[in-house]
């Protein structure tokens, strides 16, 4: 049973960084392209940063850019998204995903699995 498990969320001021985890079982991970999506009450799904199978593409929403980064470890099963000078408009529930031999799809439909999402507040 593949699960997909994030952690560190929490409410931060404005300006402040936090960084979310996502720990991935039941799959072979080194297989998979991991995603960060984000969804905002009233809003749609969102798309924020991907990695590939390889980790060798990275994309990032525009927004995001600069601001935040998104890594993997492999050997633990674990990807991360370290975020700064977060804003109040970064303020959503953070959902990480996993695309089967994926290259970083922008496209929510493009992933197999999802993981139940962490909340990310951020105060002005």
């Known amino acids: 049973q593949v699960q997909l498990v994030e952690s560190g969320g929490g409410l931060v001021q404005a300006g402040g960084s936090l960084r979310l985890s996502c720990a991935a079982s039941?799959?072979?991970?080194?297989?998979?392209?991991m995603g960060w999506f984000r969804q905002a009450p009233g809003k749609e799904r969102e798309f924020v940063a991907a990695?590939?199978?390889?980790?060798?593409?990275?994309y990032y929403q525009e927004s995001v850019k600069g601001r935040f980064s998104i890594s993997r470890d492999n050997g633990a099963n674990t990807v991360y998204l370290q975020m700064i000078s977060l804003k109040p408009e970064d303020t959503a529930v953070y959902y990480c995903?996993?695309?089967?031999w994926g290259f970083g799809s922008q496209s929510k439909n493009e992933y197999d699995y999802w993981g139940q999402g962490t909340q990310v507040t951020v105060s002005s």
């Open positions: 990695i590939s199978w390889t980790g060798g593409r990275i």
């Open positions: 039941g799959l072979t991970f080194r297989n998979y392209a």
């Open positions: 995903a996993a695309d089967r």
